[in-house]
Each structure stands twice: as structure tokens, then as C-alpha cells.
């Protein structure tokens, strides 16, 4: 129900406002819920309403005496609603009131009104000494109160929210907020998490543990909490932000007949054309090459793909010569039903790959992570398919130390393996990680954090 107010500003009112319908009428103005379909609550929200119903119908069954005694108390339970006017609850609503407060403090419900004592709200401090802990305290505190601790918490980027409203995380003693208490544990077994780095938004409530009353404007407290992450050896990472440089500034990509735009899975987005003069030049730095131990250094790739066309073997990331005849490691996609990462011991005879059969839909983003581990140890991640197979072919050896370069697309062969479409959230790894991992940072990455965030 909406509270409609008219002063000498604001004399009339029509139109929608939120799931109202405002109107004027020959009987003045009326408000009107809009109808909407069925809308399953969440399990939260129906033990509140079972807790609710049986406190108001419990009301009835109260004596004339013990319904009186809400009633005459009722003149103290007051309240601002959203419009700014005090109200005093009537005494069924005073009823409501303590004894929910009550039930939410695992309290026994009263039947008669208990004698009004202001509540004494805490002055909440954070004293967390470092970002991975959450610790709350405060000094006046009152043996008789029950404190309830609410919480909402946020991905580091954005707005997103891991639940839509807060939620009832832990009940402390008065004690435990004198001594200060670590809020941190809790929200781990309450949200699910994975290590991502988060913002806390708390709200502690003072609830008077005998008499039902509670603080009615309890503080709001935020708290950045940061983990050690995943900290892997990042060698490069690209959000294609304004351009295509390194976050670190040691692999500097250089654009040719491509583009970055705003469009990427969290940031923005490389964008590459259906031909072979589009792409991405990323040096030959040592620090991609791979090439220190035999067979090779351990290294990942990941990256997210839109793919606008499809060619024969489009290959969004090699490390190849000009003429497409001294190769270190490629990556197509979509190359008849299968995909693949290959590493080469310096010609196309001898290499092993890793196939994944997956099929990644046009104008679609897509999550692509290439694993090298070993001589018998390359896995290619699609999304969240981790079936890919292992082959080998020829005598391989070690992977092909070349001084060509890294490049998006390009690759120097006929237009039919150039790359059509966009790259975003590009990552080389210097070690192998496992699918777990990479299924974090698929995670994290869908919910508006980078690698940065999570590393």
C-alpha cells in the first residue's frame, strides 16, 4: 500500500508508481495495485510470513485484559513511516511488534505488554585491523539485549548483489560485542563466496530481549574483505579498456583494422573483422614463449569469445610465423564441431592437442581456457566443459621456441582462419591451473570481476 500526500507543492497525482496505479476519480485520487502473476517466495520470506501470521492471529485468542493492556502501552511504540510523519502503533500492531521482535531473539512471546523502556542503541564500531576479517565492537552495550546481525554483500565491481536483501547472519550476545566479534566466518557459511574478494554491508539491531522493543534505526556499516585470492602468476591480462595494453605493461597489444569497444563480458571487448588484416599484435616477448624447461613450461590461456562468423578453422590466439609454417601453440574454435588447443614442436607434423567437441553458438559470449601441463597434459576448457581429449601427433618433443609473435587472429594462412568476432578478458597464466580454478574465474567474471579482483 503506497501513503499519498498532497501539499501546496504537489496538489495532484496520476500515473504508475512502483506496483501502484494512481488515478484521479469523481472521489478524489485512488491507488490501485497493479496486477501481477503468481511469484514464488523464497523460503526466507515464507517462514517470515508463517512467523507473522501466527503472531496476529495469536491475538484473538488473548483475553479483553491482555488485548487492553496493548492497547493503553501502545502510546509509546512510535514510528516514522515514508513520508516522514511519526505514528503511534495501535495496540494490535504494538502486539505484532514486540512479539516478533521477541521471536526473531529466540525470546518467549508476552501476553500481556510489558512496561516501555527505551532502547539504548549501540554506538557500533569497526575495528577490523585488516581486510580479511570483519570485526564489529561497541562499549555501550546492555546485558538484556539480544544484537542481530543483518547482512547484504556485494561483488567488489558494480552494484551486483549476491542476495537481494539483507539477511539474518548471527544473533552475539552482549558480551561477544564488548570483547568486538569477527563477522567474517559467518558470511562465508552464509553466501557463497569461492574466494572472491566482496563488500559487507551490515546492520546491527538492538532488540531488548525481555520487553520486545528494538532500536529502529540501527547503523549501517560497510566493510571491504579482501583474501589472499587465487594468486596466480599473472604474465598478462587485457580488458581492452580504451586499448589494447597489458595491465602489466609488458606485452602492449597493437591493433590492426580492429577496434575496442564498450561491449565486453565485464569491461569492454577486442573486436575483430572476418579477415586476415584484422587483429592483434602482441610482440614476441620471452615472457610468452614458453619454451625454458623441455617440453615446455607449464602455462594457461583464458578468454572469452564472441564469435560474429564462423570460418573453416577460425584461430582467435596463436604464437606463429608469417607464413603460418613455424608455430608454437594455436587455439581454434568451432573447426568443424571441435575445438582445440595445439602445441607444436615447430612444424604442423609433430604436436599434441587437446579437442573439446563443443560447438560455441554465434553472437554468444563464450568462456575458453587453454591448460598446458605437460608432454601428456593439455585440457581445453568451453564454458564449463572440461571433456576435451588428448592426442598426439608425431614425435613431439618440446614446444617450438620461436621469435614470432603473439597475436588475436591473423594467423598467416588463407582468411578462412581468421578469427570473426570479439575477445575479452584476455589472461596468460605463467603455470598451469586446474578447472576449478579456471571455474572461479569463469564465476567471478560473469558477476562483473576481473582477474585483478580475484588474484
Known sequence: MALLKLGGIITEMSGKLGGQSISQTRNGVTIRNIGQGPKMPSSKQSQQRFITAGIANSWQHLTQPQRQTF??????????????????????????????????????????????????????????????????????????????????????LGNKTFTGIPIEIIQIDSAQLQLGFDLVPRILNTFTTEGRRFKAVIQVVAINAATGNRDLTPQTIVQQIEFSGLDLPLISYYDFIDNADDYFGLNNGVLSMASVSTNGIINSALNLSNFNESYCNYGNDPSLNFASLIPFKPFTICFWVNISALNAI???????????????????????GVSSFVVYDGTFVNSIRANNNSQPALNTWHFVCAIATSATDLKLIIDTDNTSTFQAVGAFTQIRSSLYDVKNSDFPVPDSRAFAGKISEQIFINTNIDYDTAMIIRTANLNGQTIIDIN
Open 314 to 336: 577460425p584461430v582467435p590466439v596463436h604464437r606463429s610465423s608469417n607464413n603460418g609454417r613455424d608455430v608454437s601453440y594455436l587455439i581454434t574454435i568451432n573447426n568443424a
Open 71 to 156: 492497547i493503553d502501552g501502545s502510546v509509546d511504540y512510535k514510528y516514522v513511516n515514508q513520508v516522514g510523519e511519526e505514528i503511534t502503533r495501535n495496540g494490535f500492531q504494538t502486539y505484532c511488534f514486540i512479539n516478533q521482535n521477541l521471536t526473531v531473539s529466540d525470546s518467549i512471546n508476552l501476553k500481556s505488554a510489558p512496561i516501555f523502556i527505551p532502547i539504548n542503541p549501540p554506538v557500533i564500531q569497526n575495528k577490523s585491523l585488516n581486510d580479511s576479517e570483519f570485526v564489529i565492537q561497541a562499549d555501550n552495550v546492555e546485558v538484556a539485549y539480544s544484537y542481530v546481525v543483518y547482512c547484504s554483500i556485494n561483488y567488489s
